[in-house]
């Protein structure tokens, strides 16, 4: 009864009634070819720089200054000429950055502060919200997941929560959805959610990557077996292997990650295969080297177009990841183009005094088998110092303490790096809810 309303509650309200008809065109387009894909995204792209040129003020100054006309730009070389757009170019233009034909107060703002804690404000039309959910529920129905079926969700962030009012509590009842706030995630607080979703059983589990790992952990190590849902959705972070095994099995279902971001909304979900699409359709994503497209199976820089948010358009906008696209086709059979791989924040990258890169994923290699430890964060505040926060679990001594120091030595071999180990008994998640492995003061350019 309760998916029948929910439908019934998308038909008769205007934005979801929108999201129901783009929701049509994306189940059909994820079947088309690449070059099908492509030749759609282009168009698409091409509708948006001839708007941005023509009303938005940031990028008609851009343009000029770049010598060029969105006439110009007929081919994606043409394109890259149009110069890269930052977080802090957001910050300092976002008023210029709102389209002159429309309301700035009928948009959705959005606000996140990312890893770094520093705030960053975005709006998006009417047109984006409704392809955003049709992106949800594309990417959903692929692990069996449909609207109104129902849904555990482990959150933190303020705007999606839901509000305290007699209507949103509505709208969540017809959506059938519970929350943990992943704010303030406890033994206890888990233990409550635990409990409710056992009598309760959600069809999915959605989460931040990492929140929903230590619900699951929390899950095993009390020996809960009763909630089973058809499959977890993770986002939000980067979903280690030793993560995914473990939510699995507490689970007993399939993990699908997400990737996304609130400037930019959805750029990717990984299929039944496994295999981590790009929404082309609705996204121009580059990866890129030195400003250019890299060479096939090379790590670059994800700079991402949303292709649908005209009312403030995000053109090239740097979003601070690094990817490796994969040329071969996915065997589920759709044409979208697949990321073989999701290496992480550029701001993750520990960049040594020799001139080697690290990537965040490698401190596992030292950590993650020793039981004794929680979590941990590594921080470089300069090239040549290192700091390990350990949060620790039952018995862990000086010995291992010394266990860890040795190992990330023996690690660094010959870089002149200074190491420093604290122990903590909590490590706080940072202001967007995350917790984050590895984090660096260092700048990349890639």
């Known amino acids: 009864m309760y998916r029948q309303l929910y439908r019934l509650m998308r038909m008769v309200r205007p934005r979801e009634f929108s999201s129901l008809q783009y929701s ?14 492509q030749n759609i995204a282009w168009k698409r792209l091409k509708k948006l720089l001839d708007h941005a040129y023509a009303n938005v003020p ?11 006309t969105p006439a110009d730009i007929q081919t994606s070389a043409d ?6 757009m930052t977080k802090d170019d957001v ?7 709102i389209a002159q034909n429309y309301d700035k107060s009928r948009m959705r703002r959005d606000s996140t502060s990312g890893s770094t804690g520093i705030p960053l404000v975005v709006y998006h039309d009417n047109h984006y919200v409704p392809i955003e959910n049709a992106a949800f529920t594309r990417s959903r129905r692929w692990f069996g997941i449909e609207p109104g079926d129902k849904s555990a969700w482990i959150w933190g962030r303020r705007d999606d929560l839901p509000p305290e009012t007699w209507s949103a509590r509505l709208i969540t009842k017809l959506k059938r959805e519970r929350w943990l706030n992943a704010f303030r995630v ?8 635990a409990d409710l979703l056992v009598q309760w059983q959600p069809d999915y589990l959605v989460g931040y990557a990492t929140s929903v790992y230590f619900f699951a952990r929390y899950v095993s190590i009390h020996q809960v077996t009763g909630i089973r849902p058809n499959a977890v959705e993770t986002t939000a972070g980067m979903l280690r292997p030793h993560e995914r095994q473990k939510i699995e099995e507490a689970f007993d279902c399939r ?9 930019v909304g959805h750029i990717a979900s990984e299929c039944d295969q496994g295999r981590m699409h790009i929404f082309c359709d609705i996204a121009y994503v580059e990866i890129l080297t030195g400003g250019k497209p890299v060479s096939e199976g090379a ?19 740097r979003i601070g990841d690094l990817g490796v696209l994969d040329s071969q086709p996915c065997p589920c059979g759709r044409g979208l183009p697949v990321l073989s791989e999701l290496i992480g924040r550029t ?10 890169y690290w990537y965040g994923g490698i401190f596992l290699t030292i950590l993650e088998d020793i039981l004794e430890i929680q979590q941990f964060r590594v921080h470089q505040p300069t090239k040549d110092r290192l700091e390990i926060l350990l949060e620790k679990g039952d018995g862990l001594s000086q010995e291992t303490i010394e266990l860890v120091h040795t190992r990330l030595t023996k690690m660094l071999g010959d870089e002149p790096v200074e190491a420093s180990i604290k122990v903590t008994d909590k490590i706080p998640p940072t202001a967007s809810g995350k917790y984050l492995v590895t984090t660096s003061d260092v700048p990349v350019e890639l």
């Open 24 to 37: 049509r065109e994306l189940e059909k387009s994820q079947w088309l070819s690449l070059d099908q894909l």
């Open 91 to 97: 910050r300092t233009h976002k008023d210029d950055l």
């Open 79 to 84: 394109f890259s000429q149009i110069p890269l």
């Open 255 to 263: 993990v699908f990650d997400r990737y996304g971001s609130h400037e």
């Open 58 to 68: 940031y990028y008609r100054d851009r343009f000029r200054h770049a010598g060029l």
């Open 299 to 317: 790590v670059g820089e994800i700079v991402v177009t949303p292709l649908y948010n005209f009312g403030m358009p995000l053109i090239r906008f």
């Open 186 to 193: 406890s033994d206890e607080e888990m233990g409550r959610f």
């Open 347 to 356: 701001n993750s990258i520990i960049t040594l005094p020799s001139g080697k």
